[in-house]
């Protein structure tokens, strides 16, 4: 599968079955939010997920990095080789989803052929 394949699927399935939230950033200061509106597919854990330090306030989401690109989200940074992409969410980024703020506590993203085309995430709150 091709990332662009892969692209296309998920993001036809968030289409279909996921609901737009706003992924949010606090940086600066003052703190300021960087948001953008992204497309995602927002469930909470399995009791079998519910490990450790995970409790039912968690919940699992799926994205993909399409409206961040589109958007150029977050204004003010560069890509820059051999480092992490500021583009892909982060620990301490938010997404609020049905306007409550959940905080990200992992963000997993998963490249095909060196691209990422779909970010997992664990949320809480």
């Not at 009791?47 to 330090?53: D, H, K, L, P, S």
């Not at 919940?59 to 589109?70: D, E, G, H, P």
């Not at 992490?84 to 963000?107: M, W, Y």
Request: proline share 6%; with cysteine.
């Amino acid at each position: 599968m091709t990332p662009d394949v892969a692209l296309a699927t998920l993001n036809r399935h968030l289409a279909a079955h996921g609901e737009d939230c706003i992924l949010r950033r606090k940086e600066g200061s003052p703190l300021v939010d960087k948001d953008v509106t992204v497309r995602a597919s927002v469930r909470g854990l399995r009791a079998a997920e519910i490990v450790g330090t995970a409790t039912q306030a968690y919940s699992k989401a799926v994205m993909s990095l399409t409206q961040i690109l589109a958007a150029g989200w977050p204004a003010g940074h560069t890509v820059t080789p051999g480092a992490v992409d500021p583009r892909i969410p982060r620990e301490n980024d938010f997404l609020v989803v049905k306007g409550k703020v959940r905080q990200i506590k992992f963000a997993d993203p998963i490249a095909v052929a060196g691209v990422v085309v779909r970010v997992n995430l664990t949320v809480a709150g």
